[in-house]
């Protein structure tokens, strides 16, 4: 019996379309059946193909997917490899009949192709053209919620002809449109550099953008064929941004009255500047600003003695953590000081809970914050203090180098690890490696020190705490400042390089009552001339002494004062003014053979968290700029006289401080 052939219909692609080479090119059709016919024209039963195959010119044939039972629609893909003018071929077959059609398409050579997209919040490790430390994935620094996000685009951009100049592109970031921040250099794949911020296509994401998985498709086009097969290129894939916590900074604003100067403190807004600086290089969105403080200094940071951080250094450094201690809390303390303050080399000082650098440097605040959050030094120069043993030594780049290239994401100035050392070291210029910033990221997410306004809420439960700071000479003698004993729950430090220093405190028999292993600053060694101690230990009132070990030998025995000092308000004179200045007076007695020193506290919630405003006065008045303090309708003062070791408090009663006009605070 005859048959009657079948049809069949190439539905894509249409003839003439313009596919790029190498690219996956879809074929789809369908086929009508043939016929069975009886001699005498009956219709007998329906033959469809036993197959479609599908052939490239002259090539080898493959056999379609089959969406249909009887291949009444069918489906295959195929590539190009060449360039021109291909004839793609789709056959069905039957074993009495065979038909085909043909439909021709025009392959283009790509010339624009994506090879790579970094995500960089400051720092990323990636990896192009032998340029990125190749020591973790690409793209495996983790992103930060609410931190301004840069992808840089790298292109390949093919020669040929026409000549292309520039890519451009689009983001499409769930659902929002992003157009790019500049149009990149059109570049063969080898030439880019990671370096140049040309060199890729880059999107500014917003930090509001920046939070929980987004989806992204970037295309990138020639600007001058667009929409032309060849011409553009696109990749979709998924950002996912995890919350750190953000840790809190209370300032302290130096005005500086020393050397017969009389300089005033930066204020608030200079925080927030100086602390946007320092943001862009860490692994978080802002700092938890909490205030700030306004605290007169008079010390001089010119003199070059000393060790740690030379000896006025030394002193300001001390003074903020005393008056962190003061104030019963887990924030850093950073001190600001304005512009002009003399000083000689040194230009920040920095320990664990406490930081001071000079306004608007924020380079140099980065080291002095990371070493309030118990960081060491990178390896610039080598011989540095406190040098970090586990800091990344990168093949072929400096010591101390950040090892990837970083992006600062509001200018989008790019740092050379070849040129750029860590922030945590002395060399510049400097930025942030991957190594501090995902360290960084490890302290604020795992330390609730950090982040928490104190270490013990169980305020019934405090116990007085000795906060006690000396100075360790060479030849083994201490010189001891004025410490003091404060309820201050347990506010042991933790970081810093444990030192064969101990601090004993005994009773009259000789037995211990409590005992501290030393911590050395990042900016202290013991073979200097004088080293530097700041250490909080449990309190007793049966303390006789206080006796200094350097492993088994004890170096240094002080007997406390037999009595404790006394010490009573004698006058608070508010001025009017709104909220005008406080002239707190006091009159205090000294145990015999004692020079007193005295501490000013304010409290603006009845006593329940105090804040230290002044420390190391020798006199028996002090002027409180209330301006400078938050509000409240009881507030106190209150006097910390210590006549060594031993300590006296006196408040005043209850008083009210109006509340500021509210300015605009920045939280940076
Ligand atoms: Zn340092």
Request: hydrophobic content about 35%.
């Amino acid at each position: 019996m005859p048959s009657e052939p079948g049809e069949i219909t190439i539905n894509s692609p249409k003839s003439g379309t313009l596919v790029v080479t190498g690219e996956s090119l879809p074929v789809a059709g369908h086929t009508i059946p043939g016929q069975l016919i009886k001699p005498n024209g009956t219709f007998v039963a329906e033959q469809p193909p036993s197959s479609v195959r599908v052939r490239v010119d002259d090539g080898a044939e493959r056999t379609a997917t089959r969406s249909h039972p009887t291949w009444k629609r069918w489906e295959t893909g195929i590539q190009l490899t060449s360039p021109g003018t291909h004839t793609i071929t789709a056959t069905a077959w039957h074993p009495q009949w065979a038909v085909e059609a043909t439909t021709q398409v025009t392959a283009v050579a790509r010339r624009i192709g994506i090879v790579g997209v970094e995500r960089t919040q400051a720092t990323q490790f990636f990896h192009i053209n032998g340029q990125g430390t190749s020591t973790a994935q690409d793209n495996s620094v983790p992103l930060v919620e609410g931190k301004p996000l840069v992808l840089r685009v790298y292109v390949n951009s093919a020669s040929g002809t026409p000549p292309l100049t520039r890519v451009s592109g689009e983001l499409v970031l769930d659902g929002t449109v992003l157009a790019p921040s500049n149009t990149a250099r059109a570049l063969p794949g080898p030439d880019i550099s990671r370096g140049a911020s040309g060199d890729s296509l880059n999107f500014w994401i917003s930090p509001t953008l920046c939070s929980g998985t987004k989806t992204c498709r970037v295309r990138v086009f020639d600007p001058a064929h667009q929409g032309v097969v060849g011409f553009e290129d696109e990749t979709t894939f998924t950002l996912t941004f995890t919350a750190v916590p953000r840790p809190r900074v209370h300032a302290v604003l130096l005005h500086y009255t020393g050397l017969g100067l009389d300089i005033p403190a930066p204020t608030d807004a200079d925080v927030a500047d100086t602390l946007s600086k320092v943001v862009r290089m860490y692994p978080i969105s802002g700092f938890n600003y909490t205030g700030f403080t306004v605290h007169n200094f008079a010390g001089n940071l010119t003199l070059a003695t000393g060790g740690g951080c030379t000896q006025g250094w030394n002193e300001l450094i001390g003074r903020l953590w005393t008056l962190r201690m003061l104030s019963g809390t887990t924030d850093v303390y950073m001190g600001l000081l304005p512009h002009g303050v003399p000083s000689a080399g040194v230009i920040g000082c920095g320990l664990v809970g406490a930081a001071v650098g000079f306004n608007g440097d924020g380079i140099t605040m980065a080291q002095e914050l990371g070493h309030s959050f118990d960081r060491d030094h990178a390896p610039c120069p080598a011989n540095i203090t406190s040098r970090d043993p586990d800091y990344p030594d990168y093949p072929g780049l400096p010591l101390g180098s950040i090892g990837e290239f970083g992006l600062d994401t509001g200018s989008f100035q790019v740092h050379d690890p070849a040129l750029t050392s860590d922030f945590m070291s002395w060399c510049e210029p400097a930025w942030v490696s991957p190594y501090t910033y995902m360290g960084l990221r490890t302290t604020f997410i795992g330390t609730r020190a950090a982040v928490q306004p104190t270490l013990s809420e169980g305020r019934a439960s405090m116990r007085e705490q000795l906060v006690l700071s000396f100075r360790l000479h060479r030849d083994g003698t201490v010189q001891l400042f004025h410490g003091f004993h404060l309820p201050a729950g347990e506010m042991q430090p933790t970081g810093g390089e444990p030192s064969d220093v101990t601090c004993e405190l005994r009773n009259a028999k000789g037995r211990t009552l409590s005992s501290v292993r030393c911590r050395l600053g990042p900016h202290s060694w013991l073979d200097d001339e004088d080293t530097d101690f700041h250490e909080v230990l449990p309190w007793d009132e049966t303390a006789h002494s206080l006796v200094f070990r350097r492993g088994q030998d004890e170096v240094h025995t002080h007997v406390l004062e037999r009595t404790a000092p006394r010490v009573t308000i004698s006058g608070l004179v508010l001025s009017a003014g709104d909220p005008g200045t406080a002239r707190l007076e006091w009159t205090a007695a000294a145990p015999p053979r004692t020079e007193l020193r005295h501490a000013i506290r304010y409290s603006n919630d009845g006593g329940t968290t105090w804040r230290g405003i002044a420390v190391d006065l020798s006199g028996q008045s002090y002027d409180v700029d209330l301006s400078t303090l938050p509000a409240g309708e009881r507030c106190h003062l209150q006097v910390v006289t210590s006549s060594g070791i031993r300590t006296a408090t006196a408040q005043t009663g209850p008083f009210t401080v109006q509340a500021k006009p509210p300015h605009a605070r920045h939280r940076p």
